[in-house]
């Protein structure tokens, strides 16, 4: 998350700082592993990682935080109660 905190766009802020307008301190980051781990195990330390009320999210990610997000969102059945901490944005 280094580059998205420290690199400037055409704006003049970060990622971070322009998204601070939208959404204040409602900005969650999440680093999985991604040898040690299956993506299920992922979504569920990710969901268990976010607050017990259900919440809609709008999401960024990038390569495996990708197959994550897609597996959360497929094995709902799986996951349980869990799930209902997530929906999609």
Do not use: C, K, Q
């Not at 390569?63 to 799986?78: D, I, K």
């Amino acid at each position: 998350f280094g580059t998205l905190a420290h690199t400037v766009g055409a704006d003049g802020r970060t990622f971070l700082d322009a998204v601070r307008d939208r959404y204040g301190d409602r900005v969650y980051a999440f680093n999985h592993y991604t040898v040690s781990a299956s993506p299920l195990e992922n979504a569920r330390a990710l969901l268990e990682a976010l607050p017990a009320r259900g919440a809609t999210f709008d999401v960024v990610t990038h390569s495996r935080g990708g197959l994550v997000l897609r597996t959360m969102l497929e094995s709902r059945a799986e996951l349980g109660a869990l799930a209902d901490r997530f929906a999609l944005g």
